[in-house]
């Protein structure tokens, strides 16, 4: 989009140059993974990240640094060429749709608008959990969320994302059948009832089982009295126990140890590892803390892992998304980065009130941060090396007494009540006093020169001599301050 506050001159526009006029807002229709759609008014000018944000804030959803969109019209989706020289690309084909892996799906970029990315406005686009980083603390205090979750793992049971038993897929069929017909009915829910839908509530390879539509409707008896929400949330703990859960799976081609082939082989990428996963029985063959990861790099038709002192070399395979990969590897470290400088910024929670103090210990020029219990409503900051008064032999220093370190040294006075004076005026003698006091002790220790003793050379001496002079440039700056203070108070005074 051109900026109204900027020329055309600044866009590099030439003569003959055809600009379009159109309406900044546009619909961006949106579907959830429970078939709900949404339509929503945007600003055509923001990116995906921005959109993915302004969706997930209107339907109610937290953490939307997990979700994004994805385009499902194949006629819009890129086409990825083939590697070179692979014999058994239809073979490949057929192992992706079986395993159901991440290979086909067109998440969009998030630092591009849907624009440039060839979205048009009747496009319907899919919001999609892309990253498992916090869904262990979805739970029923969360229903926005915990909905399109069981959606999301319901679609992932039923088309064999995740690998179950006959027994643990026979729960989940029975508690979908819970939130779906409600409680269980002996006289209405019985086999052939959901015959025709059974392959909707249970994996393709248990659907033809022996009894199973009986063993469902058994299992769903047990059910009975449970909500609809408690039933969801029930869903997901089930499937999140599940191995496979929270690993986004690439089906890519390595090189067999020792011999010149290549064979299929899972890459799995979760919030704490990069994993190996035999295709077959999706078995962890091998796996690599994300922590030990240090560079990836992606090209057309290759992706490799850098794993530093953690490997002896570097594993690289052969697959078309290797960019997809590195952008889910980097949005997982973008995340865990982003929850640990918040976990950074957080407060301790030592007491009900705190405040905080700073320090400045010199002549080290350090500075000292802590929390302590609250006496009062606000922070006040000291000095903890004060300057010392420093005067010649022989002077006497009966005429001085400590006190604020924020007031310096100040004249002594009785502490009795000046006769004749009101309260208000007696606070104001004093602070005339105090003023008038403080300038003139600044005035002396000024006036007055600095006795030291004899010094030699050695790196001690020379040391004591830095942090002397350290001191004594603070002395200075400490009665400047005073006497600006004081000149203050004599002029508010007066």
Not at 57 to 73: A, P, Q, Y
Not at 161 to 184: D, K, M, R, S, Y
Not at 215 to 230: I, M, P
Not at 409 to 438: E, M, N, R, T, Y
Request: hydrophobic share 35%; glycine share 6%.
């Amino acid at each position: 989009p051109l900026f109204r506050s900027r020329t055309l001159d600044f866009y590099l526009l030439k003569p003959g140059d055809l600009l379009e006029y159109k309406d900044k807002l546009r619909p961006l229709k949106v579907r959830l993974m429970d078939e709900t759609l949404k339509t929503f008014r945007v600003d055509d000018s923001h990116s995906v990240d921005q959109l993915v944000k302004t969706v997930c804030d209107r339907i109610g959803i937290t953490n939307c640094e997990e979700f994004s969109l994805v385009c499902e019209d194949e006629e819009l989706t890129p086409k990825k060429a083939a590697p070179p020289q692979v014999r058994d690309q239809k073979k490949m084909e057929a192992l992706k749709k079986k395993l159901h892996t991440e290979d086909d799906v067109n998440w969009l970029s998030h630092d591009k608008t849907l624009r440039s990315q060839g979205i048009a406005d009747s496009q319907i686009l899919l919001l999609r959990k892309k990253f498992f980083f916090s869904d262990q603390n979805v739970d029923r205090n969360d229903p926005v969320q915990l909905n399109q979750l069981y959606a999301q793992a319901r679609d992932a049971i039923v088309d064999g994302t995740h690998p179950c038993t006959f027994e643990e897929a026979v729960n989940l069929a029975a508690l979908q059948c819970q939130i779906v017909l409600g409680n269980h009915e002996p006289a209405k829910h019985k086999p052939g009832y959901i015959t025709e839908e059974l392959q909707s509530y249970l994996p393709k390879e248990y659907v033809k089982a022996k009894g199973a539509e009986r063993r469902v409707f058994s299992e769903h008896a047990k059910f009975t009295g449970l909500s609809q929400l408690n039933a969801k949330f029930r869903y997901i703990q089930v499937v999140r126990s599940l191995k496979t859960y929270g690993v986004t799976f690439f089906l890519v081609k390595e090189k067999m140890k020792g011999k010149n082939k290549l064979v299929p082989r899972l890459l799995g990428i979760t919030r704490e590892s990069i994993m190996r996963v035999d295709e077959r029985t999706k078995e962890v063959m091998k796996t690599w803390p994300l922590t030990t990861v240090r560079r990836w790099a992606a090209s057309p038709n290759s992706f490799t892992l850098d794993f530093g002192d953690y490997s002896e070399s570097y594993y690289s395979v052969q697959t078309t998304e290797g960019e997809q990969i590195s952008r889910l590897i980097a949005g997982y470290i973008d995340i865990i980065l982003k929850k640990k400088r918040a976990t950074d910024r957080r407060v301790p929670e030592v007491e009900d009130e705190t405040v905080l103090t700073e320090d400045m210990v010199l002549p080290a020029r350090a500075t000292q941060v802590s929390y302590v219990t609250a006496t009062s409503d606000r922070g006040e900051e000291g000095q903890v090396a004060h300057p010392g008064v420093l005067r010649a032999a022989g002077e006497s220093s009966a005429h001085f007494v400590h006190s604020d370190p924020q007031e310096g040294f100040l004249p002594q006075k009785q502490a009795g009540q000046s006769p004749g004076f009101s309260p208000a005026q007696q606070a104001l003698q004093s602070s005339i006093d105090k003023g008038l006091g403080s300038a003139d002790a600044a005035v002396n220790e000024l006036e007055t020169p600095t006795q030291l003793p004899p010094l030699g050379n050695d790196p001690q001496s020379l040391t004591w001599k830095q942090n002397t002079l350290d001191v004594s440039r603070q002395n200075v700056g400490s009665q400047l301050a005073a006497m600006t203070a004081a000149a203050a108070e004599i002029g508010r005074a007066v």
